[in-house]
């Protein structure tokens, strides 16, 4: 599902890798995006959602979408004012395949120029290695779409039948009240938790932080920690620590490379994950899966950055969508092919001859390769001559 923009420009990179690297795949084009929203009136067909069905693992780009009134206005004049509505179609594939597990990485190359620095006691400059794994809720809590703007009837009632609520709330006029609802089930959270500690405990990571609030947010929050806290004791080797979000962005630049895997709530999670992917190089960097029981969907955490999307020389970083394939080869337990791409990766970053515009901190613009920036394409040449220097 290459989707839009810079989204079929990275995938074709990512493909080309994987070939490269001996990955013995057919490759099914799934459609979604803008054209389909336009086109159809769906961003997300349902011939994909039978693909996906179908196969069951998917690499997906990246889609653009576009506020709810420009998307109207965007629709093939057929279809206007009969009731469509644009909705995210990655956001669609999350919800249908209940892919409630999101996965993060944000580890350091070495010899990345993005990666970040800081000054220690003495003064002097330190480059920590971090190695993080962000497990995010996927499905529920803040984002789960439960909400009302003015809420009346019943649902007025039952917010009203809270102490808190009538003490804070019941003399403001309900036209002025907005309520979003953060909803955690135990099978959710308990699946998050669970994902979060056996990867510790398979990869060696020494602790699992869960990024909450719990002292505040007592109900989601606070149940998220005392099933953490039940479920350390079968995980024997791994720690658990327990931050609070606001802390824990500030601790993100004091000690980066303490931090192991850390777990966490769907809106937690989406800003810690950023957090970090900010210190590792960014959004040309920045990875992630999606897993559900019956599929898994990889992205790169970008969107399709349509400013960039139809230069005659690409300029964009592949490097975050080729590491969401390596993420898929995982996945398939393919962890040969992925460890070597990753190796080639670093080699390349390492030897910093072949650099991204971004990776030479250039304002993306088509004269960047003059500049002396790689294009996507020179990216994925220099990653695949790496990859399949030693067969
Ligand atoms: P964006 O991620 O597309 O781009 C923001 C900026 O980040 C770009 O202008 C560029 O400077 C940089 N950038 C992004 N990817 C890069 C790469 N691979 N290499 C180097 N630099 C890179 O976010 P923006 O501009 O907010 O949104 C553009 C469109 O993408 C919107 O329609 C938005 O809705 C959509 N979007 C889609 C996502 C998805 O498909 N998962 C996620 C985020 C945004
Ligand atoms: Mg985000």
């Given at each position: 599902?290459?989707?839009?923009?810079?989204?079929?420009?990275?995938?074709?990179?990512?493909?080309?890798?994987?070939?490269?690297?001996?990955f013995?795949?057919?490759?099914?084009?799934g459609?979604?995006?803008?054209?389909?929203?336009?086109k159809?009136?769906?961003?997300?067909?349902?011939?994909?959602?039978?693909?996906?069905?179908?196969?069951?693992?998917?690499?997906?780009?990246?889609?653009?979408?576009?506020?709810?009134?420009?998307?109207?206005?965007?629709?093939?004049?057929?279809?206007?004012?009969?009731?469509?509505?644009?909705?995210?179609?990655?956001?669609?594939?999350?919800?249908?395949?209940?892919?409630?597990?999101?996965?993060?990485?944000?580890?350091?190359?070495k010899?990345?120029?993005?990666?970040?620095?800081?000054?220690?006691?003495?003064?002097?400059?330190?480059?920590?290695?971090?190695?993080v794994?962000?497990?995010?809720?996927?499905?529920?809590?803040?984002?789960?779409?439960?909400?009302?703007?003015?809420?009346?009837?019943?649902?007025?009632?039952?917010?009203?039948?809270?102490?808190?609520?009538?003490?804070?709330?019941?003399?403001?006029?309900?036209?002025?009240?907005?309520?979003?609802?953060?909803?955690?089930?135990?099978?959710?959270?308990?699946?998050?938790?669970?994902?979060?500690?056996e990867?510790?405990?398979?990869?060696?990571?020494?602790?699992?932080?869960l990024?909450?609030?719990?002292?505040?947010?007592?109900?989601?929050?606070?149940?998220?920690?005392?099933?953490?806290?039940?479920?350390q004791?079968?995980?024997?080797?791994?720690?658990?620590?327990?931050?609070?979000?606001?802390?824990?962005?500030?601790?993100?630049?004091?000690n980066?490379?303490?931090?192991?895997?850390?777990?966490?709530?769907?809106?937690?999670?989406?800003?810690?994950?950023?957090?970090?992917?900010?210190?590792?190089?960014?959004?040309?960097?920045?990875?992630?899966?999606?897993?559900?029981?019956?599929?898994?969907?990889?992205?790169?955490?970008?969107?399709?950055?349509?400013?960039?999307?139809?230069?005659?020389?690409?300029?964009?970083?592949?490097?975050?969508?080729?590491?969401?394939?390596?993420?898929?080869?995982?996945?398939?337990?393919?962890?040969?092919?992925?460890?070597?791409?990753?190796?080639?990766?670093?080699?390349?970053?390492?030897?910093?001859?072949?650099?991204?515009?971004?990776?030479?901190?250039?304002?993306?613009?088509?004269?960047?390769?003059?500049?002396?920036?790689?294009?996507?394409?020179?990216?994925?040449?220099?990653?695949?001559?790496?990859?399949?220097?030693?067969?």
């Open positions: 599902m290459p989707g839009d923009g810079i989204g079929r420009v990275v995938m074709k990179e990512a493909i080309r890798v994987l070939e490269a690297a001996g013995d795949a057919d490759y099914t084009e459609d979604i995006g803008w054209d389909f929203w336009c159809e009136g769906n961003a997300l067909p349902g011939r994909t959602i039978k693909l996906l069905e179908q196969h069951k693992v998917g690499l997906f780009g990246a889609i653009t979408s576009k506020p709810k009134q420009e998307a109207a206005a965007e629709l093939n004049p057929e279809l206007k004012g009969k009731g469509y509505v644009y909705s995210s179609p990655i956001v669609g594939l999350r919800q249908h395949f209940n892919l409630d597990t999101c996965i993060r990485p944000c580890h350091t190359y010899g990345n120029p993005l990666n970040f620095i800081r000054r220690g006691a003495e003064g002097q400059i330190e480059e920590p290695a971090i190695d794994v962000i497990f995010r809720q996927n499905t529920e809590g803040l984002y789960c779409g439960v909400e009302w703007s003015h809420p009346d009837g019943i649902v007025y009632e039952a917010l009203n039948s809270h102490p808190n609520f009538k003490k804070n709330f019941s003399h403001i006029p309900r036209e002025e009240i907005a309520v979003s609802t953060r909803i955690f089930t135990r099978k959710a959270t308990e699946r998050i938790l669970r994902a979060a500690f990867h510790a405990s398979i990869n060696g990571y020494r602790s699992v932080t990024c909450e609030k719990p002292n505040v947010i007592r109900e989601t929050s606070g149940m998220m920690y005392k099933m953490a806290k039940d479920l004791p079968e995980y024997p080797g791994v720690e658990l620590w327990n931050t609070n979000i606001d802390a824990q962005m500030m601790w993100l630049t004091k980066p490379e303490d931090y192991g895997v850390i777990v966490a709530g769907n809106m937690f999670g989406d800003i810690v994950s950023d957090g970090f992917a900010g210190l590792i190089g960014g959004l040309g960097f920045a990875c992630s899966a999606n897993i559900g029981e019956k599929a898994a969907v990889f992205e790169p955490t970008h969107g399709s950055a349509p400013k960039y999307a139809r230069y005659d020389i690409p300029i964009v970083n592949p490097i975050a969508m080729i590491e969401s394939a390596c993420m898929m080869l995982d996945h398939l337990n393919e962890k040969v092919l992925s460890a070597k791409i990753r190796a080639a990766i670093a080699m390349v970053i390492q030897e910093g001859k072949v650099r991204t515009y971004d990776m030479m901190k250039l304002k993306g613009g088509p004269d960047v390769i003059t500049q002396g920036a790689a294009s996507t394409k020179e990216m994925g040449d220099a990653i695949i001559k790496k990859v399949t220097r030693d067969g």
